[in-house]
Nanobody, 123 residues
Framework: QMQLVESGGGTVQAGGSLRLSCVAS????????MGWFRQAPGKEREFVAD????????AYTDSVKGRFTIYRDNAKNTVYLQRNLLKPEDTAVYYC????????????????WGQGTQVTVSS
């Protein structure tokens, strides 16, 4: 099973930018869609963004469209989430996940999950 390790979390002021990275192990990275989810305190985990194996097909949840960008470097087994114009509502633990699929009721991951990285956006 693929192992995922996130990094790049921290504290940033509102309006700032932060890039999250997820490094994956395993030979199947290039063949599956990758994505990011987040969970804010007291809330359910939600889908943020995903990207297909070809580094072309992308999808974002409405709340981050125009601010976040997901991309991947298959040669490095890494997927990134560039986050601009951050808002306090973006504060959450962000999780990298593999094998993203659209299913009835939303988007979910059928593969592996990372340990999560905390992102705090101050006012």
């Amino acid at each position: 099973q693929m192992q995922l390790v996130e990094s790049g979390g921290g504290t940033v002021q509102a309006g700032g930018s932060l890039r999250l990275s997820c490094v994956a192990s395993g030979r199947t990275f290039r063949s599956v869609a990758m994505g990011w989810f987040r969970q804010a305190p007291g809330k359910e985990r939600e889908f943020v963004a995903d990207i297909g194996w070809n580094n072309i097909d992308r999808a974002y949840t409405d709340s981050v469209k125009g601010r976040f960008t997901i991309y991947r470097d298959n040669a490095k087994n890494t997927v990134y989430l560039q986050r601009n114009l951050l808002k306090p509502e973006d504060t959450a633990v962000y999780y990298c996940a593999s094998d993203i699929r659209s299913v009835a009721g939303g988007t979910t991951a059928f593969g592996s999950w990372g340990q999560g990285t905390q992102v705090t956006v101050s006012s």
